[in-house]
């Protein structure tokens, strides 16, 4: 599907609704004459960390265990700041000396003070970039929706007419799809960020040199009640989430480097099976909430416990049959994080070129997301009832989603899923 289907798809849902892994390998090199700015690793977080076997495990069968325990509603969950994540917040997050990268106070508090820092015409760029992102969004999360029907509806052996099973080719091409979408939303904000760049004044940069990246706590704290009055009024929903995320993301941007904007958490890729449902939506909507960081490998190792040897033998296959795509990636994200960077000297580069770098990083997630859901129904389908039972105990929270998706973390009516047909090796 090229990018006038796309556009089309688009048009319609808006319409209707170690060392590098083992300790003998090494992360990709950087580009010839590029200093070596990597962050330090506080925490024990690098993407070295995020690419190893033991991280990329235990995630992947964390997503295994939600996608067997869960239903479409949700595994179609995902936070919006794993939506063109270039920028180095991630990693801002996962660092954090105050230990808050994963609490609401710390998007709350270093998007207040942005907002506080930049004058009225620097804040009505971001207030303009938030509406136009605020569709993007909106049709990324809907195209999602195809790709979690097809793995469901294989996993459950409810093929429609025609079909004959999951399609590794047309998951591929869909994904690119995705993930250009995903590319041209990055360069959009890229170029919103260079021009309130270009436009700080010496006063507003050292403000911003004040606050440290990767501690939070020296950032001045901000009043809830006075963020609220910083906020675009009459804002949608999205229109706020993503008014926020370019607050916050600036900052990251600003004060970081292109290994931060190069990181990525381990759940990165493959996005499509619950995994973030089960771990963040406790989360949502609450002011001082600590979203667990040992959650993932706690509950992935004790779903490998739970496997039979067969099933975990295959489990434990696929950090090797993944490696070269993992290494693909951390390519194409450096490619790509050290294109936007360019638009802080007020230069970036074209959106077709950034087109291209996400339609490559989409056929290496597409690969993934093939790889991982084949594996999942897999086991799935050799599970006898005792040790679904088993699982599902597993699981603690219970998944009561069904007849409904995810806009982000906002449940919409679904009764009817869309038609995934031409990713189940029919319709084309």
């Not at 688009?10 to 090199?29: F, T």
């Not at 949700?74 to 919006?80: G, N, R």
């Not at 190069?262 to 909430?289: I, V």
Request: hydrophobic content about 40%; some cysteine.
């Amino acid at each position: 599907m090229r990018l006038g289907a796309v556009s089309a798809i688009i048009v319609l849902s808006l319409a209707v609704g170690a060392a590098w892994a083992r300790g003998d390998r090494q992360p990709p090199p950087r580009p010839a004459g590029e200093p070596d700015r990597r962050p330090p690793r506080e925490g024990g977080y690098s993407l070295e960390q995020a690419v190893s076997d033991r991280a990329q495990l235990h995630t992947i069968a964390f997503s295994g265990l939600a996608f067997l325990t869960g239903e479409p509603g949700a595994s179609s969950f995902i936070p919006p700041g794993k939506v063109a994540d270039f920028f180095g917040f991630q990693y801002l997050r996962d660092i954090d000396a105050g230990g808050k990268g994963h609490n609401p106070m710390f998007l709350d508090r270093i998007a207040g003070n942005v907002m506080r820092l930049l004058s009225g015409p620097q804040r009505r760029i971001f207030e303009q970039a938030a509406r136009e992102e605020a569709a993007q969004l909106e049709a990324i999360a809907r195209f999602r929706l195809p790709l979690v029907a097809a793995f469901h509806q294989d996993l459950a052996g409810r093929l429609p007419a025609g079909c004959s099973g999951l399609d590794r080719l047309a998951v591929r091409a869909y994904v690119a799809d995705l993930f250009e979408l995903d590319a041209c939303l990055a360069w959009h904000r890229a170029r919103a960020f260079g021009a309130v760049a270009q436009s700080l004044s010496e006063a507003q940069r050292r403000t911003l040199g004040a606050w440290k990246f990767g501690d939070f706590r020296t950032w001045p704290e901000v009043d809830r009640e006075a963020l609220r009055d910083l906020r675009p009024r009459a804002a949608s929903k999205l229109e706020s989430v993503a008014y926020m995320t370019l607050a916050s993301e600036f900052f990251s941007w600003l004060a970081g480097s292109v290994e931060a904007d190069t990181y990525f958490c381990p759940e990165r890729h493959g996005t499509y099976f619950g995994g973030f449902y089960f771990k963040d939506l406790p989360a949502m909507g609450q002011k001082d909430f600590d979203i667990s960081t040992s959650l993932t490998g706690d509950s992935g190792e004790a779903f490998l416990a739970a496997l039979t040897p067969a099933q975990r033998a295959r489990m434990e296959a696929v950090p090797d049959q993944q490696r070269e795509l993992l290494r693909g990636i951390v390519t194409v994200r450096r490619a790509i994080a050290s294109k936007l960077r360019t638009f802080q000297k007020g230069a970036g580069p074209t959106e077709t070129d950034l087109r291209a770098l996400g339609r490559r990083y989409g056929e290496l997630d597409g690969e993934l997301a093939y790889l991982y859901a084949s594996t999942f129904t897999a086991i799935g389908r050799s599970a006898d009832a005792p040790q679904l039972a088993r699982l599902r105990s597993l699981r603690g929270q219970p998944s009561r989603e069904a007849g409904t998706a995810f806009l982000y973390s906002d449940r919409i009516p679904m009764p009817q899923w869309p038609d995934a047909s031409f990713l189940l090796g029919g319709r084309r």
